[in-house]
C-alpha cells in the first residue's frame, strides 16, 4: 500500500549501498551503516530549503504574536470573522504556518520506510523493493563489531512472515550486540535533548508563557529523550544510526541556519538605524519643524517674484515738480509788484515741491516733512497760483 514511499526509500539505501560496497565491501557492516546515514543526509539535504522557510516562518508568527492577540480579543464571539482576519494578518506578511510543518512530516514517512525496508531483510528472501537477492543475502550475512543492523534484541511481532527478525534468528549475539546498541542509544537520547533544548531556547517569551507549548516542551526536553532509550531494543540496530544521524544534522542545520537568519536580521536592523540616523539633525543644528519648512518655502517663493518697478512713480514726481516750478514763474511774471519776492517764493515753492523723495510713495505712518517756504510737500493746485505764495509774503521775506 506504501510501495511509493517504500521503493525510494529502499533506492537512495541501494545507491549508497553501491557506493561504500566499492571500498569497503559487499558484506561489510560498515557500509550498510553508512548507507543509513547517507540515506539520512540526502533526504535531509533535500528538506534544506524547506527547513529554511519554517524558520522565516516562524519568526514572523512571533513577530505577529501581539497583532493576533488583539484579533483573538477583537472577534472573540465571531470565530469566522477572525478566521478571515487572521489569514489576511498572514498573507500581509508572508507567513504561512502550514509551510513549518512540511520538514516535520516528510521525516514520518522516510523513518517508516525506513523501519519497514529493514524489517524485510530476512534470510532466504529473494528481494526487498529496490534490492536484489544478492543484497538481502549481504545484509543478512553483515555484522558491526559483531551486531546485527537488521536484528532487534526484543523484536515486535515475533519472526515470520509479518513480524521483524531478531538478532539470534539473523547468526548475531546479544552480548555484542548489547555492547554496540547501549552507546548508539545513549547517544540518541542526548542529541534528541539537545535538539529540543536549541529549538526551546529559539522560542519568544510569549510562547513559552503559554501553557500548551510548556507543555509541549517538557515533553521534547524529557520525554521523547527517555523514549528513544526505551524503545531502542526494540527496534533494528540500523534505527539507531538513522536517529543519531537525524539529530546531529538537525543540530548543525539549526546552528547554521539560525546564524544566517540573525545576522541577516542584524544587517536590517543597521540599516533601519542609519537612515533613522542620517535624518536626524547634527549636533548643534536646530531640528527643522515640518511647519517651519513650510513657512521657509513660502518665503523663498515669494522672494523669487519681481519687485514692482518705482522708476515710474520718481518720473511723475519729477514731471509733477517740474510743473510746478513752471506755474509758479509765470505767475511771478504777471505780478508788476513785488516781482522779486514772487519769484523768490517760486523758486522756494519749486525748490519744496522738488524734494519729495524719489521713493514717490510715503513709507505708512511716517510724517511729512516741512520745507523752508512752509510747504508740506503736497502738489501745487492748478488754479495758476504758486503754491505755498500767499499775499504779503514778499514783506515777511524782506522784514526777515
Not at 514511499?5 to 549501498?17: A, D, E, K
Not at 529473494?126 to 534490492?131: C, G, H, I, K, W
Not at 545484509?139 to 515470520?160: C, T
Not at 542545520?253 to 533613522?276: G, P
Request: hydrophobic share 35%.
Amino acid at each position: 500500500m506504501l510501495n511509493f514511499i517504500y521503493y525510494p526509500i529502499s533506492f537512495i539505501m541501494w545507491l549508497w549501498h553501491e557506493v561504500f560496497s566499492f571500498v569497503f565491501g559487499d558484506t561489510s557492516g560498515l557500509a550498510w551503516a553508512l548507507s543509513v546515514v547517507f540515506l539520512v543526509v540526502t533526504l535531509r539535504a533535500l528538506l534544506y530549503k524547506p527547513f529554511v522557510g519554517q524558520v522565516r516562518s516562524m519568526r514572523k508568527m512571533q513577530q505577529m504574536a501581539p497583532e493576533m492577540q488583539k484579533l483573538r480579543k477583537k472577534y472573540a464571539n465571531d470565530k469566522q470573522k477572525l478566521a478571515t482576519e487572521m489569514q489576511k494578518l498572514q498573507s500581509e506578511n508572508g507567513a504561512n504556518p502550514l509551510g513549518g510543518c512540511l520538514p516535520v512530516l516528510v521525516q514520518v514517512p522516510v523513518f517508516i520506510g525506513l523501519f519497514h525496508v529493514l524489517r524485510e531483510f530476512k534470510p532466504g528472501k529473494l528481494e526487498n523493493y529496490y534490492f536484489g537477492a544478492d543484497e538481502v543475502r549481504s545484509f543478512v550475512e553483515s555484522n558491526l563489531f559483531g551486531a546485527k543492523l537488521g536484528g532487534a534484541i526484543f523484536p515486535l511481532g515475533g519472526f515470520g512472515s509479518t513480524g521483524m527478525p531478531s538478532v539470534e534468528s539473523l547468526g548475531g549475539n546479544l552480548v555484542n550486540q548489547w555492547i554496540v546498541m547501549i552507546p548508539l542509544m545513549i547517544a540518541a537520547g542526548i542529541f534528541t535533548h539537545i535538539t529540543a533544548r536549541h529549538s526551546v531556547a529559539r522560542q519568544a517569551e510569549a510562547q513559552v508563557g503559554n501553557q500548551q507549548a510548556a507543555i509541549m516542551n517538557k515533553l521534547m526536553l524529557y520525554v521523547f529523550p527517555v523514549g528513544v532509550v526505551v524503545g531502542a531494543p526494540f527496534l533494528p540496530l540500523a534505527v539507531l544510526f538513522y536517529w543519531v544521524t537525524n539529530n546531529l544534522w538537525t543540530l548543525g542545520q539549526q546552528y547554521v541556519v539560525y546564524k544566517r537568519i540573525d545576522a541577516e536580521e542584524t544587517q536590517k536592523r543597521d540599516r533601519t538605524a542609519e537612515a533613522a540616523k542620517s535624518l536626524a539633525p547634527k549636533p548643534g543644528q536646530k531640528p527643522v519643524r515640518p511647519q517651519d519648512k513650510k513657512a521657509s518655502d513660502t518665503d523663498a517663493t515669494a522672494s523669487d517674484e519681481p519687485e514692482p518697478a518705482e522708476g515710474g512713480e520718481a518720473d511723475a514726481s519729477t514731471d509733477d515738480s517740474t510743473a510746478s516750478t513752471g506755474s509758479s514763474s509765470s505767475s511771478s511774471n504777471g505780478n508788476g509788484n513785488g516781482a522779486n519776492a514772487n519769484g523768490a517764493s517760486a523758486n522756494g515753492t519749486g525748490n519744496g515741491n522738488g524734494s519729495r523723495p524719489s521713493g514717490g510713495q510715503k513709507k505708512p505712518g511716517a510724517k511729512p516733512v516741512k520745507t523752508p517756504g512752509g510747504s508740506s510737500g503736497k502738489r501745487p493746485s492748478q488754479g495758476g497760483k504758486s503754491g505755498g505764495s500767499r499775499p504779503g509774503s514778499g514783506k515777511r521775506n524782506k522784514r526777515r
